[in-house]
């Protein structure tokens, strides 16, 4: 399979056609942003890192049942996926109080919710991804209330998987983002990326921030973090 031409390049990727008019290339960067985009930097070795981290956890979430967008890995960046219609949606799910949700509503980062709790902000640089409930998705055609439905049980599923798979390797699973899209056919599917970039990881014993935190805070050895995530999943 071969990129044919370059659609649109993100901040942490780039998407290609391909010869085939429903499977997409997408080419994962070092290059990190944070605060939409106001903070940039490099990780060096993120690309290859997030993308062999996103592609085993959804072959994983795909045995769970969880329909993905996963295809085929290429190479060390680059790996073909399902085309779909992004829903334009950051769906986002909360374990452990941290981030913006602890600065909103005064909850101390670290304190743990008594179930999970679902965000979703509607994606749009101009807006700064602002927060929807579902009457906005609604009254705004983002998507159907069935394929909100789907959204949130698939977004639910992910997490319980994920929380336990992460225990497994030392692991704290404190929040992530996810994004959907439509098939051809309209169905609901998962999209995007699962990283280090996308969850806030904690270290189970030290509580360490293995994950974008390090980039954003400035908190040091950004690349050591992700290796360190790649290695407890991958072994190597
Ligand atoms: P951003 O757009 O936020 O800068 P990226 O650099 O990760 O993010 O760009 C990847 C883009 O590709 C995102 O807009 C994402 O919604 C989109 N995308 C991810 N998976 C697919 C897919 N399977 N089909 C079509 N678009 C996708
Ligand atoms: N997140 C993301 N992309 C975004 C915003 C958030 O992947 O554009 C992830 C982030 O890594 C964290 C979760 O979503 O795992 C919740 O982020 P939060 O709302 O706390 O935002 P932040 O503190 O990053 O501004």
Redesign the pocket.
């Known amino acids: 399979m071969e990129k044919v031409k370059m659609l649109y390049e993100g901040k942490a990727k780039k998407v290609y056609s391909t010869e085939d008019e429903n499977l997409y290339i997408v080419s994962y960067k070092d290059d990190a942003t ?3 985009g106001k903070k940039k930097g490099t990780i060096e070795g993120k690309g290859a890192i997030n993308n062999r981290v996103s592609n085993y956890l959804m072959s994983l979430l795909e045995k769970e049942g969880v329909p993905t967008h996963l295809v085929k890995e290429l190479n060390d960046r680059e790996t073909v996926v399902k085309k779909v219609e992004i829903v334009p949606l ?1 769906v ?1 799910v ?1 374990n452990v109080a ?6 909103r509503l005064g909850i101390p980062e670290g304190t743990k919710l008594p179930f999970p709790v679902i ?1 979703y ?1 509607y994606k749009s640089d101009p807006l700064d ?1 602002p927060m929807v409930n579902e009457y906005h998705i609604r009254a705004m055609e983002i998507a159907t209330d069935e394929e909100m439905k789907t959204i949130a049980k698939y977004a639910l599923k992910v997490n319980e998987f994920l929380i336990g798979f992460m225990k497994g390797v030392g692991i704290d699973l ?4 996810i994004e959907f899209g439509r098939t051809s056919d309209g169905t609901i599917i998962l999209a995007d990326e699962i990283s280090p ?4 990881f904690w270290d189970a014993k030290t509580h360490d921030h293995l ?3 390090r980039f ?1 805070r400035d908190l040091g050895d950004v690349e050591g973090a992700y290796h360190e995530v790649m290695k407890r999943l991958l072994g190597e």
């Open positions: 944070a605060f939409n950051e986002i909360r941290a981030g913006s949700l602890s600065k965000e902000c991804d404190i929040d992530f983002k970039d996308t969850c806030r994950d974008k935190d954003r």
